[in-house]
């Protein structure tokens, strides 16, 4: 969401915004210094919500907050309060981030090396968060193992493969737009076996990351260079 400013912020219920101020010791200062860890405030939901400044995010396709918008949903639903709403979040990432991975391991069956990969300390860490960090990772996974699978046998594929390949690009992309290169790989596709149906989706799909960009471009002020 973008606020009537223009700047880079988002609607927030006001709980929320507390709960994570009262974490910013833990994440910053008691943790790194290695002292006593304060003891947070867990606030139940407000319901009153104000625009907050949070700089560098707005450039996110919403589509990947999904997982994470649900939980949040859910104990908000459920009058759970702040924690344990945070904490619920956690576990719709966690199993879409799981099925994700699924997908691309029934797409492309994995190696040691990507298993080696997925299992470091820190993957497995963001896969359990409630950040999009292991998302994706999931994500890419997907791609590759897409492309591969579309460009060895694209009849074998399917359509169906097709189609959830070009939106996995576009979330991703959308998400990461460091990992633009991607776009190129369905392009590829069409060069290499060219077929209606994976022009299609390269026009859909770059054409979808193109209108988010320009448009999250156009609306958004990011304050750390505004």
């Keep these: 969401t973008v606020s009537s400013t223009g700047v880079d912020s988002f609607t927030i219920d006001v709980a929320l915004l507390d709960y994570w101020e009262s974490l910013k010791p833990i994440t910053f200062g008691a943790a790194a210094s290695g002292s006593r860890l304060p003891t947070p405030d867990?606030?139940?939901w407000s319901g009153m919500e104000r625009?907050?400044?949070?700089?560098?995010?707005g450039y996110y396709l919403p589509l990947i907050y999904l997982p994470q918008a649900a939980g949040l949903w859910l104990g908000r639903a459920l009058e759970l309060g702040i924690d344990p709403s945070y904490r619920l979040a956690r576990w719709p990432t966690l199993l879409t981030t799981t099925g994700l991975l699924v997908l691309a391991f029934h797409w492309l069956p994995p190696n040691a090396l990507v298993l080696g990969l997925l299992a470091l300390p820190m993957a497995v860490f963001q896969s359990a968060s409630a950040?999009?960090?292991g998302l994706c990772l999931a994500l890419t996974a997907c791609a590759i193992a897409g492309f591969l699978t579309l460009r060895s046998d694209p009849d074998k594929a399917g359509?169906?493969?097709?189609?959830?390949w070009g939106l996995i690009l576009i979330v991703l992309v959308g998400a990461r737009?460091?990992?633009?290169p991607l776009l190129l790989l369905p392009a590829i596709l069409s060069l290499t076996r060219p077929r209606w149906d994976q022009a299609l989706v390269t026009a859909i799909t770059m054409t979808a990351v193109a209108a988010w960009v320009l448009h999250a471009a156009g609306q958004v002020v990011d304050l750390r260079t505004a």
Aim: glycine fraction near 8%; proline fraction near 13%; aromatic fraction near 8%.
């Design 42 to 44: 867990f606030p139940d």
């Design 51 to 57: 625009f907050e400044p949070i700089p560098g995010t």
């Design 131 to 133: 950040a999009i960090d």
């Design 159 to 164: 359509g169906t493969v097709l189609a959830v």
């Design 177 to 180: 737009l460091n990992l633009a």
